[in-house]
């Protein structure tokens, strides 16, 4: 299977306007509390499907990590496992290296993009649980996302998973309405709730600032889950899903 030709998006001017630039990275990290209660389901997803014992002294990649949130929520949980956390951003894996100092012994951090297959070559070794959050969604073109499941199971041990916490399509777009305002609805009745009737999400979202970095490709459910089996992996399922926003992934037998 040939991939297909792509130009890394490190290199395009949009990319460096929001990726690249600390000051963007800065309000992104700042925003979306209003979405916490969903993120933590998706989050708690994760670490419950990560096979090995908790005691277990196991290794961690997280792609498309961002400052590494999910891998810190994976060794605050498992105190012997170590991460390593790439990403294409430079901005983001300083605030990363700065937010998670005092995991600096447990953690590290490579700068790569997952847009072509020779990031692989800049990890060393193979790993327990490849994990990632909300960022392959983004991995859309000439099939990209189909790849990276294949290069993701090169660099696993036998026993190992893959969990991608993440959002999809739906299918049509009256469903894709119906889940928009399914989500907005809990998260407005949460928000409520949480604030003793003083805000709502409307007024959560007008405070919160804007981050917006280009369209979304994500993809649909059942085409990832078929990528997963055709790599090799088994037990392929999405194991949580709330309206787009699922936790899907398989493991190495």
């Not at 916490?36 to 792609?63: F, G, K, S, Y």
């Not at 193979?126 to 909300?134: E, L, Q």
């Given at each position: 299977m040939a991939e297909s030709d792509s130009v890394s998006s490190v290199t395009d001017a949009s990319w460096q306007q929001t990726w690249g630039s600390q000051e963007f990275i800065e309000r992104w990290a700042s925003k979306g509390g209003w979405q916490a209660p969903i993120r933590e389901a998706q989050t708690a997803m994760v670490l419950r499907m990560i096979p090995q014992p908790l005691d277990a002294a196991i290794r961690i990649l997280d792609i498309g990590a961002g400052y590494g949130a999910l891998a810190?929520?994976?060794?605050?949980?498992?105190?012997?496992?170590?991460?390593?956390?790439?990403?294409?951003?430079?901005?983001?894996?300083?605030?990363?290296?700065?937010?998670?100092?005092?995991?600096?012994d447990r953690m590290s951090f490579i700068q790569a993009s997952l847009e072509a297959p020779d990031w692989v070559s800049s990890v060393d070794g193979s790993f327990d649980a490849v994990i990632s959050a909300r960022a392959l969604h983004h991995f859309t073109a000439n099939q990209r996302r189909r790849f990276i499941f294949q290069?993701?199971?090169g660099l696993m041990r036998a026993g190992g998973c893959f969990i991608n916490a993440d959002n999809v399509r739906a299918p049509t777009k009256e469903l894709s309405q119906r889940y928009r305002s399914a989500r907005e609805g809990y998260l407005d009745r949460f928000i409520r709730q949480s604030s003793d009737g003083k805000t709502n999400l409307a007024e959560v979202r007008a405070a919160t600032p804007s981050t917006f970095h280009g369209p979304h490709n994500n993809g649909y459910l059942d085409e990832e889950l078929a990528w997963l089996k055709e790599v090799g992996f088994v037990d392929v399922d999405c194991f949580w899903k709330f309206a787009t926003t699922v936790v899907y992934g398989g493991f190495k037998s």
């Amino acid at each position: 299977m040939a991939e297909s030709d792509s130009v890394s998006s490190v290199t395009d001017a949009s990319w460096q306007q929001t990726w690249g630039s600390q000051e963007f990275i800065e309000r992104w990290a700042s925003k979306g509390g209003w979405q916490a209660p969903i993120r933590e389901a998706q989050t708690a997803m994760v670490l419950r499907m990560i096979p090995q014992p908790l005691d277990a002294a196991i290794r961690i990649l997280d792609i498309g990590a961002g400052y590494g949130a999910l891998a810190v929520a994976v060794l605050i949980e498992r105190l012997n496992a170590t991460a390593v956390c790439l990403d294409a951003s430079e901005a983001m894996l300083k605030l990363g290296k700065e937010r998670n100092a005092d995991l600096r012994d447990r953690m590290s951090f490579i700068q790569a993009s997952l847009e072509a297959p020779d990031w692989v070559s800049s990890v060393d070794g193979s790993f327990d649980a490849v994990i990632s959050a909300r960022a392959l969604h983004h991995f859309t073109a000439n099939q990209r996302r189909r790849f990276i499941f294949q290069e993701v199971f090169g660099l696993m041990r036998a026993g190992g998973c893959f969990i991608n916490a993440d959002n999809v399509r739906a299918p049509t777009k009256e469903l894709s309405q119906r889940y928009r305002s399914a989500r907005e609805g809990y998260l407005d009745r949460f928000i409520r709730q949480s604030s003793d009737g003083k805000t709502n999400l409307a007024e959560v979202r007008a405070a919160t600032p804007s981050t917006f970095h280009g369209p979304h490709n994500n993809g649909y459910l059942d085409e990832e889950l078929a990528w997963l089996k055709e790599v090799g992996f088994v037990d392929v399922d999405c194991f949580w899903k709330f309206a787009t926003t699922v936790v899907y992934g398989g493991f190495k037998s």
